[in-house]
């Protein structure tokens, strides 16, 4: 699908209404795709059942368009893709790389060290390799990646944030494909779909750079194209910690979706004015090329 055509997408999870920091992801990734005169898909990452909230999905897409952020083509849920990360994982375990854990989450609880974000605000240590060489007797509960380490960072120029390197094996481990409640990790599900929905260029919150590593890991044990990658400042709540749905982050106040888009524009380094939704985001597309530059 790659015929040099800028695909961008935006990808949020239906577990609440946009919130101030997801409507900067999804203005940048936008613009992004605007100012190369690409295309932006909306793909909603709805594998986490249980953290779905019934109806956030519409009113996601609502809030967009009352934004004037409209995709250009279909709407995709994850949810109905489950077969594609399947296939993917057999993949991997075909090639020797993907094996069953039988960790519990006290056994990985029980773990030194620091969280490792999983991107899906799920903390867990780095995994030391328990179940490598096999399940100990344990029944399988979840799938792992096996990463092998040879002290090789893997590395990638990020558009903003310059070059970014980090070794997977020890700062990350081998990390999970398929959880033990059989939910498709995000760095898996993520991946295939970036690759099958042809997108050339990931423009997203900065929460996410450290995830990158694995995406790009992942694409390379499976033959996929390593997308350009852009992350984007993050919007602090006023004490500075990071603003999410499960902090609380209160929703978006769009009585003014042109109020609403100057400050995340202003979030973003983007000044610039109109006196109308759409006449705003031609202006923005213009300040946001300056600024990040079509290629
Ligand atoms: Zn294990």
Same mark, same amino acid.
């Given at each position: 699908?790659?015929? =040099?055509?800028?695909?961008?997408?935006f990808?949020p999870? /239906?577990?609440?209404?946009l919130?101030?920091?997801s409507l900067?992801?999804a203005l #940048?990734?936008w *613009? $992004?795709?605007?100012?190369? =005169?690409?295309?932006?898909?909306v793909?909603?990452? $709805?594998?986490?059942?249980?953290?779905?909230?019934?109806? #956030?999905?519409?009113t996601i897409l609502d809030q967009l368009d009352r934004c004037g952020l409209r995709p250009?083509?279909?709407v995709?849920?994850?949810?109905?893709?489950?077969?594609?990360?399947?296939?993917?994982?057999?993949?991997?375990?075909?090639?020797?790389?993907?094996? /069953?854990?039988?960790?519990?989450?006290?056994?990985?609880?029980?773990?030194?060290?620091?969280?490792?974000?999983?991107?899906?605000?799920?903390? %867990?240590?780095?995994?030391?390799?328990?179940?490598?060489?096999?399940?100990?007797?344990?029944?399988?509960?979840?799938?792992? *990646?096996?990463?092998?380490?040879?002290?090789?960072?893997?590395?990638?120029?990020?558009?903003?944030?310059?070059?970014?390197?980090? %070794?997977?094996?020890?700062?990350?481990? $081998?990390?999970? *494909?398929?959880?033990? &409640?059989?939910?498709?990790?995000?760095?898996?599900?993520?991946?295939?779909?970036? #690759?099958?929905?042809?997108?050339?260029?990931?423009?997203?919150?900065?929460?996410?750079?450290?995830?990158? /590593?694995?995406?790009?890991?992942?694409?390379?044990?499976?033959? *996929?194209?390593?997308?350009?990658?852009?992350?984007?400042?993050?919007?602090?709540?006023?004490?500075?910690?990071?603003?999410?749905?499960?902090? =609380?982050?209160?929703?978006?106040?769009?009585?003014?979706p042109? &109020? #609403?888009?100057?400050?995340?524009?202003?979030?973003?380094?983007? %000044?610039?004015?109109?006196?109308?939704?759409?006449?705003?985001? &031609?202006?923005?597309?213009?300040?946001?090329?300056?600024?990040? =530059?079509?290629?």
């Open positions: 699908m790659d015929d =040099g055509v800028y695909r961008g997408r990808a999870s /239906p577990t609440g209404p919130h101030a920091g900067v992801a #940048a990734s *613009l $992004d795709a605007r100012a190369h =005169g690409g295309r932006w898909l793909r909603i990452e $709805d594998l986490d059942a249980p953290r779905n909230v019934a109806g #956030a999905a519409q250009d083509e279909p995709v849920l994850q949810s109905g893709r489950t077969a594609l990360y399947g296939a993917a994982q057999q993949r991997l375990i075909s090639i020797g790389r993907a094996y /069953p854990c039988g960790c519990s989450r006290r056994d990985l609880q029980r773990l030194a060290g620091a969280p490792v974000d999983d991107g899906e605000g799920r903390g %867990e240590r780095v995994y030391p390799g328990t179940c490598r060489d096999g399940l100990g007797g344990k029944a399988a509960r979840s799938m792992r *990646l096996r990463v092998n380490g040879d002290g090789t960072p893997v590395s990638w120029t990020d558009r903003r944030l310059g070059l970014r390197r980090q %070794e997977v094996a020890r700062d990350v481990g $081998d990390f999970v *494909l398929e959880r033990a &409640d059989g939910v498709w990790a995000y760095q898996l599900a993520v991946v295939v779909d970036d #690759a099958a929905q042809g997108i050339t260029d990931v423009v997203r919150g900065e929460d996410l750079v450290d995830s990158t /590593p694995r995406q790009i890991l992942l694409q390379r044990l499976l033959g *996929l194209p390593t997308p350009r990658y852009l992350h984007t400042p993050l919007v602090l709540a006023a004490d500075g910690s990071k603003l999410s749905k499960q902090t =609380g982050a209160t929703a978006l106040d769009l009585s003014s042109l &109020d #609403a888009l100057q400050r995340a524009g202003a979030a973003l380094g983007i %000044e610039c004015r109109g006196s109308a939704v759409a006449a705003w985001l &031609d202006s923005a597309t213009d300040a946001w090329s300056a600024r990040f =530059g079509a290629r």
